[in-house]
């Protein structure tokens, strides 16, 4: 089984910066391709961005791309979403995903997932 614990969320002012991190527990974690979605309320949940097992090949969704950048320590089990001029529209809590379809945008793909962190971001 695996486990996936976010941090690092909180409340920011627009063209402020955060940095999410998903610490990973569990067997071959190491082996599973990570991915960041959020959701925010009243809507649905939204790729964010991916990254491959090695960490080598990763993917972001058009909203973000040029502000947001994922990467992962397997050293530290850790993969990371940097987020950078952040908007009020990217509101919205952050889940941390696991599973074995590097690259997938689709939500079915992830068969693990972490309880969520909250980003809020004021104008």
């Known amino acids: 089984q695996v486990q996936l614990v976010e941090s690092g969320g909180g409340l920011v002012q627009a063209g402020d910066s955060l940095r999410l991190s998903c610490a990973a527990s569990?067997?071959?974690?190491?082996?599973?391709?990570m991915a960041w979605f959020r959701q925010a309320p009243g809507k649905e949940r939204e790729f964010v961005a991916a990254v491959n097992w090695s960490g080598g090949i990763t993917y972001q969704a058009d909203s973000v791309k040029g502000r947001f950048t994922i990467s992962r320590d397997n050293a530290k089990n850790t993969v990371y979403l940097q987020m950078n001029s952040l908007k009020p529209e990217d509101t919205a809590v952050y889940y941390c995903?696991?599973?074995?379809?590097?690259?997938?945008?689709?939500?079915?793909?992830?068969?693990?997932w972490g309880q969520g962190t909250q980003v809020t971001v004021s104008s």
């Open positions: 995903a696991a599973g074995s379809q590097s690259g997938s945008r689709r939500a079915v793909s992830y068969n693990h």
């Open positions: 569990g067997r071959n974690v190491n082996n599973y391709a």
